[in-house]
């Protein structure tokens, strides 16, 4: 089963705008990542947090991580045409094994 | 470019038959990791070798092994194909596996498998 799950499934906004994924995991975690694939290709990394930080940033990427909540949210300022991907949050079980367990993904669509 | 590598980038063939993907971690890397993204199942976790062991399966099928050899590549082998098995296969690199606490993982671009 799913460990993470993102909101929405899907999203499109105009170029400029601000675009908000939200993910969702059920058990205790080590970490959390979020990856981005463009279709059909490989997944590229994009960030990083650990449980204990509570926010992160890497350029126009804003993580957030509530673990109180077992969530957390990935922010991309300033959106643009090439931001259009699918993007999956994952994480890995404390106690477990270095797997990550991905969610279904949220699809981004960025119009010029 | 993630430094991961992956060959064939598609494989076409038909169900019963057998095949092999193959994947060349990042150099350093120790961990490599086999994932099958399918639309119905999404990204699901195959397997992780490290160091030439197995450390860790996911939900693979018993038609499908993996090995890692001396040279740290690996190959996922599938055999008795059927046409449930049509995916994306990606392989994922990492630097270490510390117990308990995963590193970032690197994503070549994946086989594309179509079982007709």
């Known amino acids: 089963s799913q460990q993470g799950e993102e909101d929405p499934q899907a999203l499109s906004i105009q170029e400029g705008e601000n675009a908000t994924m939200n993910c969702s995991y059920k058990t205790s975690i080590n970490n959390l990542q979020w990856y981005r694939q463009n279709s059909g290709r490989g997944l590229v990394h994009l960030i990083l947090?650990?449980?204990?930080?509570r926010e992160k940033h890497s350029g126009r990427l804003r993580v957030t991580l509530d673990t109180s909540k077992k969530s957390s949210s990935l922010l991309i300022t300033a959106s643009r045409a090439a931001d259009t991907a699918s993007y999956f949050c994952?994480?890995?079980?404390?106690?477990?094994?270095?797997?990550?367990?991905f969610g279904k993904g949220t699809k981004l669509t960025v119009n010029p | 470019d993630s430094g991961v590598t992956q060959t064939p980038k598609h494989l076409i063939t038909a169900t019963g038959q057998r095949v092999t993907l193959r994947c060349s971690p990042r150099s350093g890397d120790l961990s490599v990791y086999w994932y099958q993204q399918s639309l119905d199942q999404g990204l699901q976790f195959l397997i992780q070798y490290y160091n030439g062991e197995e450390r860790a399966k996911g939900n693979i099928l018993e038609r499908f092994s993996a090995q890692q050899f001396p040279d740290l590549h690996s190959e996922l082998n599938l055999s008795s194909l059927e046409l449930g098995d049509s995916a994306l296969y990606f392989c994922a690199s990492s630097v270490a596996a510390t117990s308990g606490r995963t590193d970032t993982q690197y994503f070549g671009p994946g086989t594309r498998l179509t079982v007709l």
């Open positions: 947090i650990r449980s204990n930080e």
């Open positions: 994952a994480t890995d079980r404390k106690g477990g094994s270095e797997k990550l367990v």
